[in-house]
């Protein structure tokens, strides 16, 4: 299996037409909306896995282009937890080869950072008609890391 890791160094917008390379700010300047205007929202579920108190830390979520033919995943803090991470990751993993299984061609995506404070991603993988896990990961303070995502060794959302 193969992994990118993707940076937060620029992004690309839109503007009349035209494309431009933006400069990325610090990590947390992109807007914790959805992946892009022609992306909507698939799947969210909450990242709890792992939490003393049983509370979600935040929430992984999927979003769909079908006309960037790509999928895109954020993971976001839950209000009470914003500012207070220590670690913040996200991920979004495509079975390429179709076996629902990790090898060959399959690819992923991470981002993750310490810097992080409210969102993590986004992260995009060309997607269209494959499936697809996507996970989300909290660290708060010196607290074991908290996950949430797709349910293990199930791939789903193949549209």
Not at 57 to 86: E, F, P, Q, W
Request: with cysteine.
């Amino acid at each position: 299996m193969k992994i990118t890791r993707w940076v937060a160094g620029g992004m690309t917008l839109a503007a009349t037409a035209a494309l431009t390379l933006v400069p990325a700010g610090p990590a947390q300047a992109f807007p914790q909306g959805a992946c892009g205007h022609s992306y909507r929202k698939v799947a969210t579920y909450p990242i709890a896995k792992g939490a003393k108190d049983g509370k979600a830390y935040g929430t992984v979520t999927l979003y769909h282009s079908r006309t960037a033919h790509r999928k895109c995943a954020i993971a976001r803090v839950a209000g009470s937890y914003v500012g207070k991470t220590s670690y913040l990751y996200v991920a979004l993993f495509v079975d390429r080869n179709g076996n629902k299984k990790y090898d060959g061609r399959d690819t992923g995506v991470a981002d993750g950072s310490a810097k992080y404070k409210w969102f993590a991603g986004p992260v995009y993988a060309p997607a269209d008609n494959l499936c697809v896990q996507f996970t989300g990961a909290v660290r708060i303070g010196s607290k074991p890391a908290v996950h949430g995502g797709t349910p293990e060794g199930k791939w789903t959302h193949c549209g």
